[in-house]
C-alpha cells in the first residue's frame, strides 16, 4: 500500500496537463436520466459544455464550472475558491500528510516477554555458547508503543488544499449537485457508475451521513466507496484516482480551508 502512496505522489506533478474547457469536470446530477456517448472520465461524460478562465489559475479569481449542452448557461455555475482548489502543487506537504495518517493507523500491540515475565524459573535454560544449538531469548524485542506522529493543524490543511487542487489539475474531479440516489438496488448503481465512467471513484458529501441510498447501493461495488467531507484525509484523495463532491463538500473545504486574500500594500 505503501508503494502505491508513493508512486501516486510521484505523479501528481509530473504529465500534468493545462486546464481547457472541454476537459474540465462538469456538473452533473448523479441519479439523472442522460444519453451517455463517451465513457470518458468527467468531462465527456454527459458531453456538457464548460467555460473556464485560464487566468484564474494564477490569479486569486474564483473557478467557475458552467453547466448546459450549449453554452453559456449562466443561470447555473459552480464556483469555487481558488485558494482550496487552485493550490501549488507541494510533494513534501503531500508525503507528511500520507506518512502522518499511515502512522497513527498503527497499533502498536507487538510485546514479548522479558527474562522476568517468562513462565517458570528465571534462570538461564542453558550456556550462551558451546552446545551448538541456537541461543534462547529475545533481547531487545518489541514492547506496545504509539507509532502516531505530530504534525501541525496547518501543515495537514495546505496538505488538503495541495491534494485536492491536483486532482483538479489532473481532470480527475467531479462536482455533482447531489449524492442522492433513489434506489438501494446494487445493479442499477452499477450500471450508472460504468455509464458515466467512474469506477474507481470516492464520493463525498458535505452532509453529517452518506444518503441511505447511495449508501446501501455502493456497499457491494468493487472500487467504490463513499465517506463524509469530515472524515475525508489527504491519503483517501492521494490513493483514489477519481473524487466527486457533492456541492455541500464543496462548501465545506471552502468554509474550512480557504484563506483570506490580503490586498496589496499601495506606498506612496
Known amino acids: 500500500m505503501l508503494s502505491t502512496i508513493r508512486r501516486a505522489l510521484g505523479q501528481l506533478t509530473s504529465q500534468v496537463p493545462p486546464l481547457s474547457p472541454r476537459h474540465f469536470p462538469v456538473v452533473v446530477q448523479l441519479g439523472q436520466d442522460a444519453t451517455i456517448q463517451s465513457s470518458s472520465v468527467l468531462g465527456g461524460a454527459l458531453e456538457k459544455g464548460l467555460t473556464l478562465s485560464d487566468s484564474a489559475v494564477t490569479n486569486p479569481r474564483p473557478l467557475y464550472l458552467t453547466i448546459g449542452r ?3 448557461p449562466s443561470d447555473n455555475v459552480v464556483e469555487l475558491e481558488p485558494s482550496v482548489f487552485a493550490h501549488p502543487i507541494r510533494r513534501d506537504i503531500l508525503h507528511l500528510c500520507v506518512v502522518h495518517y499511515l502512522d497513527s ?6 510485546s514479548t516477554k522479558t527474562r522476568g515475565e517468562v513462565r517458570g524459573s528465571g534462570r538461564k535454560i542453558r550456556p550462551q555458547k558451546g552446545t551448538g544449538r541456537a541461543r534462547l531469548g529475545v533481547a531487545f524485542g518489541p514492547k506496545p508503543r504509539d507509532f502516531s506522529t505530530k504534525l501541525n493543524r496547518k501543515v495537514i490543511q495546505m496538505g488538503m488544499r495541495a491534494a485536492l487542487s491536483a486532482r483538479v489539475k489532473e481532470q480527475c474531479f467531479g462536482v455533482v449537485e447531489s449524492l442522492q440516489w433513489p434506489s438501494a438496488k446494487t ?5 450508472r457508475i460504468d455509464e458515466l465512467g ?7 458529501t458535505g452532509e453529517k451521513t452518506v444518503p441511505d441510498g447511495l449508501q446501501r447501493a455502493s ?5 467504490l466507496e463513499t465517506m463524509t467531507a469530515e472524515e475525508l484525509k489527504v491519503y483517501h484523495v492521494v490513493k483514489w484516482p477519481r473524487l466527486v463532491l457533492d456541492l455541500a463538500a464543496v462548501e465545506y473545504f471552502e468554509r474550512t480551508l480557504a484563506k483570506p486574500i490580503v490586498p496589496r500594500r499601495v506606498y506612496t
Request: glycine share 4%; proline share 8%; net charge positive.
Open 219 to 223: 456497499s457491494n461495488i468493487h472500487k
Open 105 to 110: 493507523l498503527r497499533q502498536g500491540t507487538a
Open 70 to 72: 450549449r453554452p453559456p
Open 198 to 204: 467512474w469506477r474507481k471513484t470516492l464520493f463525498v
Open 187 to 191: 445493479k442499477e448503481l452499477s450500471e
